[in-house]
């Protein structure tokens, strides 16, 4: 009986991180281009355009710092909008993806500043376009680092799901609430939490070693 709700909630758990990972990419990814793109010159800025870098710095600073459960809340609307429900696993995923955007597009953005400004000089002189700048140079260079961003994006998407369970969300969070803490069952909820230790060092220890075979590849 514990072996099948905790394996349930793993595969609530990894079923919302995967595809809020999915969405959080799609949204924050084209946003974190953006914000390096129209940065300044001096900080890798290929169009500098202060007025809608400031203004997309500022919206992505504000979400960013939303509380979740509060995030998760306002959301309900929307998730019932999108899945037809304000609760459980597949609801959770909207308020994930939107929460995880921000975190992804400064990571992007601070990846593709850290690249060369050398190699950017070099494709620019060969008369390469702002796309195949974006697209041919900043993105690859950018890789090993943008693969480390989205190993931290996942690992705090695993927190997030488990925060998303206090209020209905499904998974291990939800397991361990309400079979571990309403229903006193310790073990119910310290096998959650160690089932949930146990993906984030998977995780990480899956992102790093792949991060560090892209950079022996260079």
């Keep these: 009986m514990l072996f099948n709700l905790v394996w349930q909630s793993t595969l609530e758990t990894l079923s919302m991180v995967f595809f809020s990972t999915l969405f959080s990419l799609v949204l924050g990814m084209p946003i974190g281009i953006l914000l390096c793109v129209t940065g300044p010159y001096a900080q890798g800025g290929l169009k500098p355009k202060p007025v809608l870098n400031e203004a997309l710095s500022r919206i992505v600073n504000i979400l960013r710092s939303f509380p979740f459960v509060i995030l998760m809340i306002l959301l309900f609307p929307l998730s019932r909008l999108i899945v037809g429900k304000a609760i459980g696993t597949t ?112 995780v990480q220890f899956t992102g790093n070693r792949i991060a560090a075979k892209m950079l022996e590849r260079r």
């Excluded at 494709?123 to 702002?130: E, I, K, L, N, V």
């Excluded at 996942?154 to 571990?180: F, H, P, Q, W």
């Design 91 to 202: 609801a959770a995923i909207v308020p994930l993806s939107i929460a995880a955007a921000p975190f992804v597009a400064r990571i992007i953005e601070t990846s593709l500043k850290e690249v060369d400004p050398g190699v950017v000089q070099a494709a620019r002189s060969m008369g390469s376009t702002d796309s195949q700048i974006i697209f041919k140079v900043l993105l690859p260079e950018a890789t090993p680092s943008l693969v480390s961003g989205v190993t931290l994006t996942i690992i705090n998407l695993i927190g997030y799901s488990a925060m998303a369970g206090v209020i209905g969300g499904g998974g291990l969070g939800d397991l361990a609430i309400r079979y571990g803490y309403q229903r006193f069952r310790p073990d119910v909820m310290a096998l959650s939490v160690v089932v949930i230790l146990v993906l984030v060092e998977v």
